[in-house]
């Protein structure tokens, strides 16, 4: 029993130096992602300056894509240019997008998705705020929030959930004082109504906005402009967040990004899971060979 663990043990050495040593040299530290702007779906890596692919949707006007609790991801359609709304599914090994459902009674213009606790998703329409969407049908209820910062509107088409089940969105507005405009990171709760003031550039308006948020795997926060960026950020570029001061440091720029509406990174299986399955083919294998 020994002489097997040390021998297994030796087989997971052996696929981590096998594993690892590409990607140590690549510099990769976090899995995939996958964007899309109003019609096409990218996915791509930070470490490469490329797209793995660009598959088109066959429909347009996404305002925005997320990964639910249950691993799909889903990209809400709005209704400019007179179509309906309606939730897609994307495939994140094809980019393939499938309609789940569509309805005229669905919240029009959704501009920002996050999961909630359960199946519902927290949306930001255009015109209605904050809502409340159950994904099986797209009905929808308005949620009331209220800023700490007692910002007279705010506004948000950036929004994502940490894996712990909290929402971040990135929230702008005029508040009441000297400095009236502010666009800055807030921690929003749909259940008790409120959103929580954490920083950015407070004296800033909402031109300088960001298009999309994911929360990686394990738990950065990242941000995704487009072509319309205004300074202090670039346009078509990745941020990082600080999510104790709200603000954002610049990762990367893709030229892919430039119409970009959503992003979520696709989970990879645990590094250590890779590694035992690897250990255990070499193991396998070595064994098939003896006998």
């Known amino acids: 029993m020994h002489r097997f663990a040390a021998r297994f043990l030796s087989a997971v050495a052996v696929a981590a130096v096998v594993f690892l040593s590409p990607c140590t040299s690549l510099g990769i530290t976090l899995p995939d992602i996958l964007s899309i702007t ?12 490329s797209y793995i692919y660009s598959q088109s949707t066959g429909t347009s006007l996404f305002g925005d894509m997320t990964r ?32 789940l459902v569509e309805s005229t009674a669905g919240a029009p213009h959704v501009i920002a998705l996050a999961p909630m606790a359960g199946s519902d998703l927290l949306g930001y329409d255009e015109f209605l705020g904050f809502v409340r969407i159950d994904p099986s049908t797209l009905a929808y209820e ?33 508040a009441a004082g000297a400095t009236s405009v502010f666009s800055e990171l807030f921690k929003i709760d749909p259940i008790e109504g409120t959103a929580q003031e954490i920083g950015g550039y407070p004296d800033l308006g909402g031109t300088t906005s960001f298009n999309a948020m994911a929360f990686s795997p394990d738990g950065r926060l990242f941000g995704f402009t487009e072509i319309n960026a205004k300074a202090p950020l670039n346009t078509n570029s990745v941020y990082e967040f600080d999510l104790a ?47």
């Not at 990762?251 to 992003?263: D, I, K, Y």
């Not at 989970?267 to 035992?276: C, F, K, Q, R, V």
Request: charged letters at 15%; proline letters at 6%.
């Open 38 to 49: 109003g019609s096409t779906v990218h996915r791509w890596n930070l470490d490469s300056s």
């Open 68 to 99: 639910t609790n249950d691993g799909r991801f889903v990209a809400y359609r709005s209704t400019y240019d007179g179509k309906t709304p309606a939730l897609f599914q994307v495939n994140p090994t094809t980019g393939a997008a499938s309609l």
């Open 142 to 174: 308005v949620v009331p929030i209220e800023p700490s910062n007692s910002a007279i509107t705010l506004s948000t088409g950036a929004m994502a959930t940490s894996p712990s089940g909290e929402i971040y969105a990135w929230c702008s507005g005029f």
């Open 245 to 291: 001061t709200g603000m954002p440091t610049w990762v990367a720029e893709r030229s892919f990004l430039s119409g970009v509406r959503g992003a979520a990174f696709v989970p990879e299986p645990g590094m250590l899971a890779l590694l035992a399955s690897l250990a255990l083919a070499m193991w396998g294998t070595r064994f098939r060979v003896r006998a």
